[in-house]
């Protein structure tokens, strides 16, 4: 039935007002939106397991070195957004370093290859799976044609695991030698040597039972050996306070270790062994002291303490003509004191090291390259074109190989030159297998889907097996059928090939959850290699000596291209984006050098021209350049960030067969230039103020305290952190009405509880060695911006357009830093060598919001952007933020950090997570605008998430539930956080620690961050040094 | 002729009672300062440079909110700069003329008179250009009404303990009360322009912005009154607006801030710089219009005795802060105080010392204080100095404050220079408006001390002509 309206033809007023209104209301609504309309769009299907917005784990294995830690790594809706220690792994027990947290920034990163790729006219083309896997079956088949199959190349980064066994079978199909295990860190002098002693390549050192620990220039607190566990167990050691290790350096720069020793003896480049062979009694002190340049009355109280004290722990490292017989003499030596069972434990070995060659293979590798004899380059993970000595002459080689292939996910100097390029999975979306500890397998799972068009090395391999029956095979038809029958044997992925090494899928999936299971790995067996003559440090020009290093970060060059990595300052010389050379005040006074000058170092293998930087920590005749940076061509953050310095180095080996990095003659002079030194350091000295307190230990035992640790206008006696502080009755809620009783969450009585807790943290400086894990780990939990980047700074603006620009600025944004101050009254540029006692008293402290019961940011912001939360949280309300910046100003502590650019922007230059790096981004927190201040907020994203599910369980929080991002990755266990309110938190017990100091307790901020003083062990009485 | 039984050489100017000897009648007074509203050519080349030099402080502010604050050369922890200092500049400037055309008002002194319309559209120029500078060194300057208390659903108010929001409350008082004091003085010599006007609309405009003004006996009983009302309600705020804007740094516990010597220091330093300022802008305006006769050297002598007065009080707070960090004992506040004087920021602190305490003696010399040359080129030197002193202030201790790793250092860049420029500008850009729509001198203030019996046209005589610049000091006073 129609009505009559419906017959009309045409629009009646009312349906046309209707529609008007409509229409009108709905563009206005849109209007109203700031920014384009976004949808979300639910799964149809949700994956299992996945619950939007709640996090899953993944045990894994960490790749990013040789030591194989397990991780635990968070996921969040399909996406890794952060890689926490494994707590039962035996290596790392939960802690992680900076390197192994940003493994996340190698899945993420932005010049990753998208899928494979062949170079077509010079330049690489992307290609089709297919058609990759076409052309290396082709190439391959060509090498094998060419007849000289057997001198292919397989270089493959070391890893632990089952893929070597997997590539040799593969290579030994097509004819090809076995692979080449490189890497350029591992310490070849110390793994030969301990395979000669002990009998395995890398023994548990049990720092904890030592009571004098020497060190020969192994800088085991960064970036030698296996830096987590030995942090691990060092800082475990010295949190013991009696019976805490005595630490002893040696060695011709002082490194992070050296910093953290109570000893430095500053000993020639390549001289050490002297002091061991003298502590063996087989030379004078008198002619070690003339060998080493150190005074004899030093030496003489080192072998008298290495005499006297036992247990001890003497460790090797070094490299150079000499370094495998210091290492041999030292791991004798521990023999002969006794410490072999006690403090080295061959019986608990890492596996870490083993089946890695020496990389003097590759001094034959290359002379056939240049002969023109290797007919295919395959290379996987290692960089040699860049990590190789200049003296080597790797990269010109490479280019006489007729056919080169990378399987390196992202590109580098190598990638650069090959043919074609199989990008494998990141090291977090793959399979694999490691026995990180003897008796103990650790297990590797992707942790999510693959971010791009990448394929697994093995399934390429195997796939690059299918146009069977082998077509190049010589006509030896039995051995063709023998191959054939050995490849039907092989599992259809490298998943099977794990699979069935723990006995199938099964136990597997038993053992994934944790990532652990007891079993072994086949032995491996590292080839011999031709040893180039070393260069004798002497042989060559030059006046000083040069002592490259590798630290934890970049390490041999791979981690240059993480932003992360390159904005965290070393934990030495605090530099970040840049090479410099450093060298000592005096040996810059007498050149005429400033800080910041450039000077061109200049061996016989290369020239290296960069600033100079005035380090107190290296002898007088020593330069030390750090590896690492510099690349060309291995993505945006590493391209023309710093200088090389491996191209400053030799062919030469050591005895053993690794790169000798240090004492290697070089000349120093100055060349025009001057560039800013890109350092988070302001003044590297206390000037009294009591900011990192030490305390000897023979003065905390008696209880004496020092008298240096006065202040005029110290406030009088000891207050629990900030307990004792003025509620914050300024809060607004109820107490907006200043006629109100009411107290709202304020009152302890109120029903959230909240006012009940005091989140407090304390940080014990005898543990901590300044590694600065806990800042990555920081970063990665808060969505921290990388501010260093060349393009970072101004748009407009005619100078400092440099890596670091920002940081020469202080603009880094680092919520949580380590501050490394030397005990010093007078500037770098005014010290003067001291053979006598040339280690200066250095002391670390992390500094992040204090979060003071008092806090004097809190009154000055006009519009309580930060105010005090009930439970005594700083808390800093980013939308509310309007930049008066009035806040920082009056932070004592100066842990305020400005967004002085849009880095959370997308559309702009500045942007910090460029795609896909924002994948990492954690959800839970805010990624801050432009011109909001920012601060640590104790990680208030996980006290609320842990609060929450407690209310959600129906229960109260557990002591010790939960703790902050930097407490969770700290190698040295020194962080430790919790309410201070509630007795049976740790954190409750250790404000009360004997040791226990409030930074700047004179402003009656009432901090609830409570340092323990660091404590000095002295050289014992009797022996003077 | 009676002789004189003791003439001293130099004779003290009473500043009370300041003569105008070469202005006879109030037509001259008329014709004469209003001579300045003709434009000439020079003005409009200096209206131009004022407005391009305001189009590139724009451009850069507004690259500025593009790109962020990081364009400028903040080097945290000096979170606060150029345009904090610039904002203290300006407000310090804007003291003078509140303090001429009230206090000295208040305290009957005649040298005001012909200097004071001039100092107070001055602070009212001032005040505008500070005000902008919170907003221009804010990170979200869109944001800046948050600073205001205004009813929210979200129950929202400012934090009252912050020197911030003081401040937002002592610069827009002391804006609008400066604006009405201008505006009243203004009236009965708008009335004056009103029948002088030819032009009708114009006529009408002025017509309407005296208020009518008849000249009749009522309105000046009243307007005397309410002029006097006025001048009582500014002159505390003289003393409290800076006093408050140094709550901005005294309420702060920075090394360098944390001083109760701030309020009274930086009210005598506003005197001190705005004074500067009034002889920077007088000077040129009594040569180039032919005000010599009105603005004379007496009037010069006395203000520059207003300045040498308030360089020593500020000379003198500098040392007392210097005493009070060595005799306080705090090791952070001696640390800053040689850092500045001594160490990394010795250039600026002597520039401040140069400018504002050493320079300034030189006007205990009454022949230099009667030599306009010298005292613009000292204004000039008042005015670097000054703000120098207020970057001594906010840049080295913030630079150099508790925590030793954080020490930095501080260099403006293009941007901050830039928008320091554009603020000039936009100073001079109104100042100029100013002096070519409404009367420089006050025209009924003057008026009031030409002598009752030269009120109407007479024959000049030419002697008396020759003398409005009195070369003998104390003649005419």
């Not at chain 2, 003078?96 to 055309?101: D, E, F, M, V």
């Amino acid at each position: 039935m129609t009505t009559p309206a419906e017959t009309t033809n045409g629009v009646k007023r009312r349906d046309f007002l209707k529609v008007l209104g409509v229409t009108g209301a709905a563009t206005t609504m849109v209007g109203c939106s700031t920014d384009q309309v976004e949808k979300l769009i639910p799964y149809v299907t949700s994956p299992d397991n996945s619950v939007p917005g709640v996090s899953n784990f993944y045990a894994t294995t960490c790749r990013e070195c040789a030591a194989g830690c397990g991780l635990i790594v968070e996921t969040r809706d399909g996406r890794a957004i952060r890689a926490d220690g494994n707590p039962d792994h035996p290596v790392n027990r939960g802690a992680v370093c900076a390197r192994g947290q940003a493994s996340l920034q190698g899945l993420y990163n932005p010049d990753r290859f998208r899928g494979p790729m062949i170079r077509q006219g010079g330049t690489l083309v992307p290609i089709a799976w297919d058609a990759a896997i076409d052309a290396l079956h082709k190439g391959v088949d060509t090498a094998m044609k060419s007849g000289k199959a057997g001198n292919a190349v397989f270089i493959n980064q070391h890893e632990q695991g089952l893929l070597h066994t997997f590539l040799d079978g593969w290579l030994k199909y097509r004819d090809m030698p076995a692979h080449i295990s490189y890497d350029a860190e591992a310490p070849f002098a110390t793994i030969a040597a301990n395979k000669a002693v002990y009998g395995v390549a890398w023994p548990k050192l049990d720092f904890g039972a030592a009571r004098l620990i020497v060190s020969f220039a192994a800088d085991f607190l960064d970036g030698w050996g296996l830096p987590v566990p030995q942090q691990l167990d060092f800082a475990d050691a010295r949190g013991k306070i009696e019976g805490a290790p005595r630490l002893v350096y040696i060695g011709p720069r002082r490194p992070l270790t050296g910093l953290n020793a109570d000893q430095w003896i500053a000993a020639k480049p390549g001289t050490a062994g002297m002091i061991a062979q003298m502590l063996a009694g087989k030379v004078t002190p008198a002619a070690a002291a003339k060998a080493t340049d150190v005074p004899q009355k030093t030496l003489e109280a080192l072998q008298k303490e290495v005499a006297s004290t036992k247990p001890s722990l003497l460790i090797a490292g070094g490299s150079g003509p000499k370094a495998l017989d210091l290492a041999t003499e030292v791991n004798t030596l521990n023999r002969t004191l006794g410490n072999v069972g006690v403090t080295v434990k061959p019986a608990e070995a890492y596996g870490a090291w083993e089946g890695v060659v020496p990389p003097a293979v590759l001094n034959d590798v290359v002379a056939a390259m240049e002969k023109g004899d290797v007919p295919a380059l395959f290379v996987r993970g290692a960089n040699p074109v860049y990590s190789t000595p200049a003296g080597l002459g790797f990269a010109a080689a490479v280019a006489k190989v007729p056919f080169k292939v990378s399987f390196s996910s992202v590109p580098d100097e190598t990638t650069a030159l090959c043919d074609l390029i199989l990008p494998d999975h990141h090291a977090l979306e793959s399979w694999g297998i490691a026995e990180p500890v003897k008796g103990t397998l650790g297990l590797q799972q992707p942790t999510m889907d693959p971010v791009f068009n990448t394929r697994s090395t093995a399934d390429v391999l195997l796939a690059s097996l299918k146009p069977l029956p082998c077509f190049a095979c010589p006509a030896d038809a039995a051995e063709d059928r023998q191959h054939a029958a050995d490849i039907a044997k092989w599992p259809a992925d490298y998943r099977g090939v794990v699979a069935a090494h723990i006995g199938g899928n099964a136990p597997l999936q038993a053992a994934l959850p944790k990532g652990l299971l007891t079993g072994s790995l086949p032995v491996r067996v590292a080839p011999t290699a031709r040893i180039m003559k070393p260069a004798i440090a002497g042989e060559a020009n030059g006046e000083y000596y040069l002592a490259t290093y590798a630290n934890l970060l970049m390490g041999d060059g791979r981690g240059a291209n993480k932003p992360w990595l390159q904005e965290l300052p070393d934990p030495v010389t605090k530099i970040c984006w840049q090479t410099v050379v450093e060298m000592h005040p005096e040996t810059a006074k007498k050149m005429g050098v400033e800080a910041g000058d450039h000077v061109t170092v200049k061996t016989a293998a290369g020239t290296l021209t960069a600033p100079a930087f005035l380090y107190i920590g290296v002898r007088p005749d020593t330069v030390a350049v750090m590896v690492g940076r510099g690349h060309t061509n291995a993505g945006r953050y590493a391209n023309n960030t710093g200088h090389n310095a491996w191209g400053l180095l030799p062919a030469s080996n050591d005895s053993a067969g690794g790169y000798q990095l240090v004492g290697v003659r070089c000349s120093v002079t100055k060349v025009d230039g001057h560039s800013m030194i890109v350092t988070t350091e302001g003044s590297g000295r206390q000037h009294g103020r009591g900011i990192a307190r030490a305390v000897s230990l023979q003065d905390l035992l008696s209880g004496k305290e020092p008298e240096h640790e006065e202040f005029i206008g110290q406030a009088p006696g000891k207050f629990l952190p900030g307990l004792r502080a003025p509620v914050a009755n300024d809060a607004q809620g109820e107490l907006g009405d200043p006629k109100s009783n009411e107290m709202g969450e304020y009152d302890p009585k109120h029903v959230s509880g909240r006012a009940k807790r005091r989140w407090a943290m304390t940080i014990d400086l005898a543990k901590c060695t300044g590694c600065s894990a806990c800042v990555t780990a920081c970063y990665a939990e808060n969505n921290i911006p990388t501010v260093g980047a060349e393009w970072q700074g101004p748009i407009l603006y005619p100078d400092r357009k440099f890596p670091g620009a920002n940081i020469t600025r202080s603009r880094e944004m680092a919520w949580l830093r380590l501050e490394r101050y030397y005990e010093l009254d007078r500037e770098y540029k005014d010290v003067a060598w001291n053979a006598d006692q040339p280690g200066v008293e250095a002391r670390v402290i992390p500094m992040l919001c204090q979060h003071c019961g008092n806090a004097p940011c809190e009154p000055v912001c006009p519009v309580y952007a930060t105010y005090h939360a009930p439970d005594g949280l700083n808390v800093q309300v980013y939308n509310r933020c309007v930049g008066t910046r009035y806040c920082s100003n009056n932070c004592p502590y100066k842990v305020r950090y400005f967004n002085w650019f849009g880095y959370g922007e997308p559309d702009r230059a500045q942007y910090a997570f460029p795609e896909p790096l924002h994948w990492q981004l954690n959800p839970d927190v805010t990624v801050r605008g432009k011109g909001v201040m920012e601060k640590c907020s104790f990680c208030v994203q996980r006290i609320r998430g842990a609060e929450t599910l407690a209310k959600v369980q129906g229960r109260e929080l557990a002591a010790d539930e939960f703790t902050t991002a930097c407490a969770a990755a700290c190698p040295s266990r020194a962080i430790v956080f919790g309410d201070a309110a509630d007795a049976n938190w740790s954190v409750a017990k250790l404000i009360d620690d004997r040791r226990a100091y409030h930074v700047f307790e004179e402003l009656n901020t009432y901090t609830a961050v409570v340092y323990l003083k660091k404590i000095n062990h002295p050289a014992p009485a009797g022996a003077t040094a | 002729m009676a002789t004189i039984a003791y003439e001293p050489k130099r004779p003290n100017i009473a500043s009370a009672n300041v003569q105008l000897p070469a202005v006879r009648d109030y037509e001259q007074v008329d014709t004469e300062i209003t001579a300045t509203l003709r434009p000439t050519k020079a003005w409009f080349a200096a209206l131009l440079v004022a407005m391009l030099c305001l189009a590139l402080g724009i451009s850069a502010w507004m690259y500025q909110i593009w790109g962020g604050l990081g364009v400028a050369g903040y080097n945290p922890p000096v979170m606060w700069g150029v345009y904090i200092i610039t904002f203290v500049f300006w407000v310090g400037i804007g003291h003078a003329g509140t303090l001429i055309s009230a206090i000295l008002y208040l305290f009957r002194a005649g040298f005001r008179t012909t200097i004071y319309r001039a100092a107070e559209a001055m602070t009212v120029f001032a005040v505008m250009t500070a005000g902008l500078f919170p907003i221009i060194h804010i990170g979200r300057p869109w944001k800046f009404f948050w600073l205001i208390p205004y009813p929210n659903w979200r129950l929202l108010w400012p934090q009252f303990k912050s020197p911030l929001v003081w401040d937002v409350f002592a610069i827009s008082t002391y804006l609008t009360i400066s604006t009405t004091f201008l505006f009243v003085g203004l009236i009965p010599d708008i009335a004056i322009l009103r029948d002088r006007e030819t032009n009708p609309l114009r006529k009408k405009i002025l017509a309407f912005l005296s208020f009518g003004w008849r000249n009749t006996e009522r309105e000046w009983r009243h307007f005397a009154r309410a002029y006097l009302f006025l001048a009582a309600v500014s002159t505390p705020l003289v003393l409290s607006v800076h006093s408050v804007v140094s709550f901005d740094f005294a309420m702060a516990l920075t090394p360098g801030w944390h001083t109760t010597i701030f309020p009274p220091y930086f009210v005598a330093g506003a005197i001190f710089s705005g004074i500067g300022m009034v002889f920077t802008i007088i000077i040129p305006i009594r040569k180039w219009f032919n005000l010599r006769h009105y603005v004379t050297l007496n009037h010069l002598d006395a203000a520059a005795k207003l300045a040498l007065a308030t360089s020593l009080i500020v000379g003198c707070a500098y040392m007392v802060e210097f005493f009070i960090a060595w005799y306080g004992g705090v090791k952070a506040e001696q640390d800053y105080f040689w850092n500045r004087v001594f160490g990394q920021w010795w250039w600026a602190a002597w520039i401040m010392l140069t400018c504002n305490m050493i320079l300034p003696l030189s006007l205990f010399s009454q022949q230099l204080r009667r030599n306009p040359t010298w005292l613009w080129i000292l204004s000039i030197f008042i005015n670097i100095g000054m703000w120098f002193e207020r970057f001594v202030i906010v840049v080295p201790s913030l630079s150099h404050e508790y925590e030793p790793w954080q020490w930095t250092t501080y260099a403006p860049t293009w941007v901050d220079y830039t928008i320091l420029l554009g603020s000039f500008g936009w100073f001079f850009m109104w100042f100029l408006l100013f002096i070519r729509q409404l009367p420089v001198i006050a025209l009924a203030e003057v008026k009031e001390i030409v002598p009752p019996r030269l009120k109407h046209a007479h024959a000049h005589t030419p002697d008396a002509a020759d003398d409005f610049e009195p070369e003998t000091p104390g003649a005419h006073s």
